[in-house]
């Protein structure tokens, strides 16, 4: 299947289907180094605790046990990193500030000692007051989880200035307009408070990462991580190492999904087996990685203005964001949350105002599309529930106020890459709008904008190899996207040869070159930019050693079919380097280089595109249980031009499937910081009998988009637009939801809500 | 205690704790890494091998239930190193992504496919509906094994 | 989950050997069929045993068997849910047994797991135990050295985890009445994770038009599964029609006291016992009226 050139645009397999396909891909549990230790980690039982002493020495004891790593033994470091705010320890030191922070480590010959060793530790905890939901950690005299004052700025948060204060790590505001004047005036308000619960990514594949040290100012890692480049810079500062002498192998990824992005296991593990001096592997538990990355749970306040024909005036947005204990990546969340809160409507005014708490819960990170996904479904059922007041349908009231192409949507930042209206029009399309609906069935859609991209700073390097085999050398994480697949259409696209002839090989900090993250949508754009660069240095190459070949003009050299071709003169590229080189070796190597093409990149100058969070559903209702049925999706990627249109349609049906769960099923119980349901028994992830029975697929190609060939990411809008699509078909069908997810039991109690507020209502109007 | 079994048509002779858990057999001492561990609780189907040619979670599965019988691993799917058409139908409908639930749905569908070579759609949901995916919506898996079934039925001598 | 703790596994192959590993190591051994259950409470650290006992090997206890004279199937306590679900005897004779059992957990747990560690287990949230409760006749058989018994699912089921078996007392059959004519069975369950958050067993007898027997058990809201006593009387004599059933399931709902839990509260689950039950009657009165 592969022994063929796939140019953009086309269904190329994927290049490491054969490898998964036959259990060959190696994942990072897959890798075992000589001497290898396996590692368990001791969690606080307690949502905050101090620690008053741990007693390891009988664990210490137990044969088979190599060492045992506490907050004691971090003295000759500087373990607090976070790449936002350096507010973790690489466990606790002191103080522990959720239930199931890490407290100590232990090291042994087999998981089953590392186990019993665990149960012999002895700490003595003194339990604190705790705060362990927004509501707690915001009130006056509320516990402190961190001491502010202290914490230092991480090294990638990206956001200018700021120091976290009592329990808010971080704040951002955005005011444009006068919105209490419009607000004054309008015919229309739309009030709410609004609820998400806190989600867990759900990689297939929990966290895990092997650490070797060679000598000891050389570090080795193999780790599921998707910003390979962020986590070394990270920990090359904890131990002081210099960023060269740290080495991160990233093999494939059993999905990530936000989940892993940034620095996870990497400190812990390389810290134990510092102190083991051996190779060790720390492998979490589905449950561990629950409390390893999660989305933030949030409150949101949101109010809507509009004039009596349905024109939005302004738009008022309180929310907070939990982060849990430690920042993680909440700041980038909180400013991107606030980026969606407004959608993107051409307000006259708006006001959002968005925090970031600690809490004593497990902390918050990135997960597919956040930000949107927290506030798509609110702002788009007030506008549909404006609609329904003024008489307009929910897609006149989008083509009403949708913003348009080039209109701005954050004060300097990039204005609007994409044809919004052109993009409902085709959801409403694929739902049938408009035709008559069976009772019972709903439909509904939502439009959002996603800060997506993150910093534009990518590097590649291709290498042509003397017999023509072209490596990528790029620092993508292939998670699953399909990036090997895309970047290899990249290169076949410029060079025409067969996807057999190209290799994308696992990330590897020594070798494949500087990526920023992968994540965001980024990849194909900026990763895959850099590789576009790349394939066009070599071919520019290849044609420089033609010319000289055959003393032709650059005009009259073309590459087609794997070859250099000179009128009906014709050399494979082997061929061409052994002309060039006198001698059957040697290489060449095309550089691409990806930065900001004004300006620094930074976030208030950004995003680098505006990834458009589209779609619609068809669902039908269980009056008796409240239980919804999802009978069609329609997705709508606007992917400015599509580099494998089948790899984007699977980033849709997953992300709509991962949607529906965060709609519907899925939610984290904590109790007095408990984790009550950490796992797949009790934490309801969407099965295949959950899925819609028909799947639409609609793939937008403007050519609108920053990448090569007008291209632009995908795989998290869908994510965004389907809570925010199912909420509203609950909307036409008189069920209004303000907490998510819509469980069964939810909508049950919304129906019975909606069914009282009917029955005053009529006794009200009956009365008078 | 001594465990004998064959595991991808390879008699296996070997002295395992009693509390050998099938997975940890399987990766740890035999070194088929391509069974995947997930949820470690009889519900994702990640760590799915066929035992007997029944479908089973090897990873809260006793190695010594397979004392005298037949495992299969995804590294024994392969036909004289190449695709089964059960994989080619996978790839063909990209019915797969990040590639950890992939060998546990390979066997799952082969479990179907043993018991029943034309299923309907209805029998094929109700199958590969026990294993889990959390990043293609299912859709191109459902349509992988019906692939499968095409591709199957039309490979002479199988 | 944590890795197991050292044991032996012993594997008796007759019954009488069984025993005599159950006398000796008494509180030190745990029966083990499949080990679904088994193995995960162990993994989860809530138990831990240096001995096994393997029941598997005992003959013929997955064997699944019908007695015509007596009109009676009888099915081994080690005979996996997979192997009930597809047996032929049993979708001939008892097809709603197979239907309950296809709906239990994955493919890979009914591979695996027995019916009688289902039963002896008694977690709260079960098909087959609901079922078994609402099928008049059924009978579940418990041996020991002592000698043979037969206890009746309404006895057997005592408290989450906790039935009336003795510890010496292994269960090696289960005994099912076929359904007469004119009767039907019908069963529903409300999935919300991974186990079921309700489930509903109903089976209706009619004559001349009337219904002259019911029965309704309620599960997985309680700690066991629960006959609806108040439900069935008012459904004797009467119509089978949808005002009936909605009475019925109405007063099988009131009779549950479901707790609340992360499956949901209190009051959502009553809903589903309502609506399940009268699901569950409609079935059961079609069927029965198709019996002939
Ligand atoms: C992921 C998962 C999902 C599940 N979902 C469902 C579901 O939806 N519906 C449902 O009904 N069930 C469900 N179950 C329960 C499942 O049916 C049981 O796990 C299985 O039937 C237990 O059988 P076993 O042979 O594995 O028991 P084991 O684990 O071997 O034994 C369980 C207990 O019973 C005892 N025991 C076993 N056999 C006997 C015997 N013959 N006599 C006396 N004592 C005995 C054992 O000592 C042990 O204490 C689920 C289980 C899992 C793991
Ligand atoms: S890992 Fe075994 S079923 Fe999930
Ligand atoms: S392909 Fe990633 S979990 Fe299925």
Known sequence: MLDKAYGVGERAPQVDGPAKITGQAKFAGDIKLAGMLEAKVLRSPFAHARIRSIDVSRAEALPGVACILTGNDLGDIDPYYGHAVRDRPIVAIDRAKFAGDPVAIVAAESASIADQALELIVVDYEELPHATTIEEAMVANAPQIHDTEQLRLGLFHGLGDFQPHNNICYEHHLEDGDVEKLFSKADEIVEGEYRFPSVYQYSMEPHLTVAHWIANDQLELWSNCQHPYLVRAEVADIFSLSKANVRIHVPYLGGGFGSKSYTRLEPMAAAVARKAARPVRIANSVTESMWTSRRHNMICKMQTAADKDGMLLARKVELWLDTGAYADNGPRVVATAADAAAGPYAWQAQKVDAFGVYTNRPPSGSYRAFGATHLQWIGESQINEIGRRVGLDALEMRKKNLLKFGDTIRKGGKPLDADLIGDIQKVADGLDWGEKRGENIGRGFGIGLLAAGSRPVSTSFLRLEADGTITVLVSTTELGQGARTAMSQLVSEVLKVPLSQIRVPDGDTQITPYDRSTGASRSTTLAGGAVHLAALDLREQLIDIAVKMWKLSDEAIEIREGQVWGGDKSATFAECLEWHFGFVGGELFGRGIVRPEEGQGTYSAGPVFWEVCTGGVEIELDRDTGEIKLRKVVSVADVGTAVNPSLIKGQEMGGAAQGLGNAIFEEMHFEDGQLMNGNLADYRVPKLFDMAEEFVSVIVQNEDGPGPYGLKGVGEGILAAMPAAIVNALGELGIEINELPATPERVWKAMNDSRQDDNTLQKKIGGE | MQLQTTINGKPIQAEVPAETLLIDLLRDDLDLTGTKRSCDMQICGSCTVLLDGQPVSSCSLLAYETQDRQVLTIEGVSLNGSLHPVQTAFLQEYGLQCGFCTPGMVLTTLSLLAENPNPDEETIRAHIGSNLCRCTGYYPIVNAVKKSVQLTNNTPGD | ?292
């Open chain 3, 1 to 292: 989950m944590r890795t197991l703790t050292p044991f032996s596994i012993l594997a008796p192959t007759t019954l009488q050997d069984s025993f005599q590993h159950i006398e000796e190591h008494g509180w030190n051994a745990a029966l083990y069929a499949g080990g679904t259950e088994l193995l995960l409470t162990m993994r989860s650290g809530l138990a831990s045993f240096p001995y096994l006992i393997d029941i598997k090997k005992i003959p013929q206890f997955d064997e699944i068997s019908f007695n015509k004279d007596e009109g009676m199937l009888t099915i081994g306590a080690g005979a996996t849910h997979r192997s009930i679900e597809t047996s032929p005897l049993v979708l001939e004779q008892l097809p709603l047994l197979a239907e309950v059992e296809s709906m239990v957990a994955n493919i890979r747990v009914r591979t695996v797991g027995t019916i009688g560690g289902n039963l002896c287990f008694a977690d709260p949230h079960s098909d087959p135990a609901t079922l078994f409760m609402a099928w008049a006749g059924t009978t579940f058989e418990l041996v020991s050295s002592a000698g043979v018994r037969q206890i009746a699912p309404d006895e057997f089921f005592v408290d989450l985890f906790t039935t009336a078996r003795a510890e010496n007392e292994l269960m090696s059959k289960i005994h099912l009445p076929i359904l007469g004519k004119r009767m039907g069975g019908a069963y529903k369950k409300f999935v919300t994770l991974e186990r079921p958050t309700a489930n509903v067993a109903a089976f209706l007898g009619l004559a001349n038009g009337k219904i002259d027997s019911a029965r309704i058990a309620v599960g997985s809201v309680g700690p066991i599964p629960v006959r609806a006593i108040d439900a069935e009387g008012t459904l004797l004599g009467g119509f089978p029609d949808e005002k009936l059933f909605e009475r019925a399931a109405e007063t099988a709902a009131e009779a549950t006291d479901p707790v609340d839990d992360v499956y949901g509260s209190k009051e959502y689950k009553k809903q589903i016992v309502r609506v399940l039950t009268r699901r569950a009657l409609k079935q059961a009165a079609t069927r029965a009226d198709r019996s002939q």
